[in-house]
């Protein structure tokens, strides 16, 4: 097998008596469409927050192409290809979806730090906005701000900032969470039209969304990997099953 | 491609972020104005100074509070920093000319508001603003201890400065010269910012403003450009301090006062931060509405102006430039 993109081993974070994280042995290859599903409190977003070096694991390594990225900070992850979406939309709210972007892609770019020249006379920068907008068919919303965009359309800004960072690895946190059924569909073909070569870790309880994705599933709970297969795997596991009804059945 | 792609450079967008940085028709007029009080108000020259030097002080604030979103009460910290640098240097006869007692002035200014902002800037909130009041009381109560050096709570007066370029005189009786050198000092000092807040960086500290944890997502070294903008802003703050003590020929300690730090605090939230023209805006605001206040209930009148700042904080939370914006906005436009 080859080098994963990305892999976690024996990855554990507690806070306090609380184990968030116990034990994770994961891994993302190059270009897959794996999903992270599993009850609330399982641990996901505690998963992501170690991948994106938000919080540091307890103990346990973090590889990326086999280098030991553990020690490495948040925006050095983000330059060596690790991008995310929020679940809870993390946007520029005043500014116009444009400059959304343009902040993303003048960080990776390292147009970011220069002080003395105008914003707007980085025409690359602009131009690869654009670009990016019109990909996810956001262009005529280009000028307005993010406050004045109904939430599926956030969602898409959501995403077009993180693919401006033109990553190679995509966690997308419930990337569907608050739209409304009929707008989710936009962000559905949106995840579906995303360019092979990024690796996507989706992580969500809508299972429609995740099976119609994935072509891998890890279920987590309690903070541990409890089963990891294709999606018929998965959907034919009595124990997966019983995890997800157990919980319907209590709640 | 489609059409889209290829004429994204007429986007409105595209060509609003393209043009934002250029002059618009309404920018020189405040520069025009104070130009004409100069002719016109020769008897007012003191406070014209006056007036000019806490729009550049303001304007310090603005870029840290309006554009980085960094709450600060000790902004006077670095005013106080600046106008001492020059009252002692210039007391002990070590530095008399103005010009590059502005530059020591923003050097000490810059490297206080570095050393203070590496610690201060791992909170935010109001242990952020607490810590900012804390400095700059620690600063004032210091100033007041080194008796020797700062004049305690004298101050020092008489300071000797040099004439300006070697010709104008200072004079504090009839302030030509300062009038007119603190207007050119915030002048140059308006383009550095305006020039600053339109740039890529200027960019990523609204982004940090807007959502700090995005900004972290994105890779940007958050702290850094915290760190950055808030010693930039308190070298602006600095010189505002510095040619305060030039043009009044003393310091005492109101420059690193709560007093001076609210009161500037007032200056751009009357105005409106973030958005450049709220420090004239606003210290016009404040300087005026003080002066008319003060006349009519001499004993009451700080009373009027916090009435005025609850209705801003209720009802206009972008200040008088809100205000005007909104209404601009409002106006019907002509059918095309």
Known sequence: ?251 | MTPGVVGWAEHPAAVALAGRHRLRPLEPIPWILALAFYFLFPKYLGFGTELLIMILFALSLDLVLGYAGIVTLGQAAFFGAGAYTVGILAKRGLWNEPITGLILAAAVAAAIGLGSGLVLLRTGGLTLLMLTLCTMALLEEGANLAHDYTGGFDGLDSLSITPLLGVFEFNPLYPKTQYLYVLAVLFVCFVFVRTLVYSPFGQSLTGIRENTLRMHAVGAPVRRRLVLSYALSAAIAGVAGGIWAQANAYVNLGTLGLDRAATVLIILVLGGYGRLYGAFVGAVAYMALAHFLSKVYPTAWQLGLGLLLVVIALFARNGILGIVEAAVRRRPRPMP
Do not use: W
């Open chain 1, 1 to 251: 097998m080859s080098v994963p993109l990305l892999e976690t081993r024996a990855l554990c974070r507690s806070f306090g008596a609380l184990v968030a994280a116990r034990d994770i042995d994961f891994r993302l290859d190059a270009g897959a469409r794996h999903a992270l599903i599993g009850p609330n409190g399982a641990g996901k977003t505690t998963f992501v927050n170690l991948l994106t070096g938000v919080i540091p694991p307890t103990s346990g390594a973090i590889l990326m192409k086999g280098r030991d990225i553990t020690g490495v900070n948040q925006a050095q992850r983000v330059k060596l290809g690790i991008a995310r979406t929020f679940q809870i939309n993390r946007l520029f709210r005043r500014l116009s979806v444009l400059e959304n972007v343009y902040i993303a892609i003048a960080e990776r770019t390292g147009a970011a730090p220069s002080m003395l020249r105008p914003a707007g006379s980085r025409r690359d920068v602009v131009e690869e906005a654009m670009r990016l907008l019109e990909t996810l068919k956001l262009t005529p919303d280009a000028s307005r701000t993010i406050a004045e965009l109904p939430y599926g359309r956030q969602r898409l800004v959501e995403l077009a900032i993180a693919l401006g960072l033109k990553p190679e690895v995509l966690l997308l946190d419930e990337p569907a969470a608050g739209v409304p059924s009929a707008e989710s569909h936009i962000i559905l073909d949106a995840i579906d039209a995303l360019p092979r070569d990024i690796a996507v870790l989706i992580i969500d309880h809508d299972m429609d969304l995740v099976f119609r994705f994935a072509e891998r599933i890890t279920v987590m709970v309690g903070g541990a990997v409890f089963a990891t297969g294709t999606p018929r795997e998965i959907g034919a596991d009595l124990n997966v099953r019983a995890v997800y009804l157990g919980r319907a059945a209590r709640g």
